[in-house]
């Protein structure tokens, strides 16, 4: 079956072309070039990883409940609509909504793999060009790793949002060489991680928990890359282009914020659309989704020099301004660890299932 017949429902034209109007640029200054970016090039291609021997995809999968998360989490749950959907449509409802987030997860990915072959083509230095390759490999592996299962282990594939596409477009169609990095690194990639960390600490299935564990590790890196960059840049800049720059974040962060939700999950079962864009506003799950989206983002928009006064405003008035004194580099290094931690549990698993066969063959004997 192809990927075409396992969308929900159809979702149009089988690709999308965005415009390129940047510049690709050469540099002929081969000398070694900023140590902080090259450490982080050095530590990108030490990180590599195979997909296919990391993860263990045998796995079993409940397709009608792929990630083992509360019902409560559910667009809906509670709602009339649930209760009239019954036993069958809430199963249901768990495989489409699964569907949706990781189908989301795959489109940005595919977005991320493109704007970081943008940055390799368009950056003006050589150890940016070098980082952007070694992140071209992690994006490329992370559409390998959704598509994997979302075709295998669900086989159900959603649309991609109009909002995130929106975005997307936003980002690749700006001729300036850091719009690529800001887009991604700071808006798509922290949305990314929220809805990683959110999905990686609820589930309690062992193949999404691995999948979301060992992405992040990658996401970590690539965060910190775009921080870098960006950091040293901005700093170069007049008044006027920041507030350009400030302007694309805060269009960015609306639209992350208020229609991101999944609602056509909930249209797709029959509830109208006004309906289900008030029944997602009413989540739980969908506001503590925004807490931790905006503690990802807004103090790397702090770091990067973007904080002027109508951004700080724009963040008092979507209440997230506090979460510019959030430590980033905490909880990016907690992202790491616990890829790490997750390693060493299931190895010591497997060595410990591995040493019960051999004294059982050996009691056998």
């Given at each position: 079956?192809?990927?075409?017949?396992?969308?929900?429902?159809?979702?149009?034209?089988?690709?999308?072309?965005?415009?390129?109007?940047?510049?690709?640029?050469?540099?002929?200054?081969?000398?070694?070039?900023?140590?902080?970016?090259?450490?982080?090039?050095?530590?990108?291609?030490?990180?590599?990883?195979?997909?296919?021997?990391?993860?263990?995809?045998d796995e079993e999968v409940d397709p009608y409940d792929p990630l083992g998360v509360p019902d409560a989490n559910l667009p809906g749950h509670g709602s009339p609509y649930w209760d009239r959907m019954g036993a069958l449509g809430q199963r249901e409802l768990r495989r489409h909504f699964a569907s949706w987030q990781f189908s989301q997860f795959l489109h940005g990915e595919q977005g991320a793999l493109v704007c970081a072959s943008r940055i390799v083509e368009s950056v003006p230095d050589l150890d940016a060009k070098f980082y952007s390759a070694t992140q071209a490999m992690d994006?490329?592996?992370?559409?390998?790793?959704?598509?994997?299962?979302?075709?295998?282990?669900?086989?159900?594939?959603?649309?991609?949002?109009?909002?995130?596409?929106?975005?997307?477009?936003?980002?690749?169609?700006?001729?300036?060489?850091?719009?690529?990095?800001?887009?991604?690194?700071?808006?798509?990639?922290?949305?990314?991680?929220?809805?990683?960390?959110?999905?990686?600490?609820?589930?309690?299935?062992?193949?999404?928990?691995?999948?979301?564990?060992?992405?992040?590790?990658?996401?970590?890196?690539?965060v910190a890359f775009g921080r870098m960059a960006l950091r040293d840049h901005y700093r170069q800049l007049s008044a006027a282009e920041l507030r350009e720059r400030e302007d694309f974040v805060i269009e960015g962060c609306h639209l992350m914020r208020d229609r991101l939700r999944g609602d056509e999950v909930l249209v797709d079962f029959g509830v109208p659309a006004a309906e289900a864009a008030a029944l997602s506003e009413q989540s739980e799950y969908?506001?503590?989704?925004?807490?931790?989206?905006?503690?990802?983002?807004?103090?790397?928009?702090?770091?990067?020099?973007?904080?002027?006064?109508?951004?700080?405003?724009?963040?008092?008035?979507?209440?997230?301004?506090?979460?510019?004194?959030?430590?980033?580099?905490?909880?990016?290094?907690?992202?790491?660890?616990?890829?790490?931690?997750?390693?060493?549990?299931?190895?010591?698993?497997?060595?410990?299932?591995?040493?019960?066969e051999i004294a059982e063959v050996i009691s056998e004997a």
């Open positions: 079956m192809t990927t075409h017949e396992l969308y929900a429902h159809d979702p149009g034209s089988r690709g999308w072309e965005v415009p390129a109007t940047g510049a690709a640029r050469f540099g002929w200054d081969y000398d070694d070039g900023r140590e902080r970016l090259l450490a982080l090039y050095r530590k990108g291609k030490d990180k590599q990883w195979d997909a296919d021997k990391r993860i263990d995809w994006e490329a592996r992370h559409v390998e790793i959704y598509s994997r299962f979302l075709h295998e282990k669900i086989g159900m594939l959603y649309p991609v949002n109009l909002s995130l596409r929106s975005l997307l477009d936003s980002t690749l169609r700006d001729s300036r060489w850091d719009m690529p990095y800001l887009g991604m690194q700071v808006l798509i990639e922290g949305l990314a991680l929220a809805a990683f960390g959110m999905l990686r600490d609820n589930t309690s299935k062992p193949l999404p928990k691995q999948i979301l564990a060992y992405v992040m590790q990658d996401e970590a890196r690539h969908l506001r503590l989704f925004r807490k931790l989206l905006f503690s990802r983002i807004v103090p790397c928009v702090k770091d990067i020099g973007l904080w002027g006064e109508r951004l700080q405003r724009a963040y008092v008035d979507m209440g997230v301004f506090d979460l510019g004194a959030c430590d980033l580099d905490r909880l990016m290094a907690q992202d790491e660890e616990l890829a790490e931690r997750l390693d060493v549990q299931r190895f010591a698993r497997e060595e410990a299932a591995r040493t019960a």
